[in-house]
């Protein structure tokens, strides 16, 4: 499984940003996937993930009502919208694939496949 994530850049505190993760290399609805990030000196973090037939979503505390992760399984693509951002947000976001679905959706080593990360920045 191939991961690129896309759609990082620079954003005020309270605005909005969606990024993109594209698969290829196995059926995209075959597995969970999930967003993490990892801001300077500190450990990479759950963001959010999502089930391989959509109908469960998972939140950290800290995004929970800003962020809705989606997927759409005919463009093999899953989106984070990421609402009312604000600067302790600021990371590097990374997605990952599940193909197991253990149910350890907090937990970085759940997942079997990673994308190189994208920068997420947001100024106060």
């Known amino acids: 499984v191939q991961l690129q994530a896309s759609g990082g850049g620079l954003v005020q505190a309270g605005g909005s940003l969606r990024l993109s993760c594209a698969a290829s290399?196995?059926?995209?609805?075959?597995?969970?996937m999930g967003w993490f990030r990892q801001a300077p000196g500190k450990e990479r973090e759950f963001v959010a993930a999502?089930?391989?037939?959509?109908?469960?979503?998972y939140y950290a505390d800290s995004v929970k009502d800003r962020f809705t992760i989606s997927r759409d399984n005919l463009k093999n693509t899953v989106y984070p919208q990421m609402n009312s951002l604000k600067p302790e947000d600021t990371a590097v976001y990374y997605c990952?694939?599940?193909?197991?679905?253990?149910?350890?959706?907090?937990?970085?080593?759940?997942?079997?496949?990673w994308g190189q990360g994208t920068q997420v920045t947001v100024s106060s």
């Open positions: 990952a694939a599940d193909l197991v679905e253990r149910g350890r959706w907090y937990e970085p080593d759940e997942y079997d496949y």
């Open positions: 999502i089930r391989r037939s959509r109908d469960s979503t």
């Open positions: 290399g196995r059926t995209f609805s075959s597995y969970a």
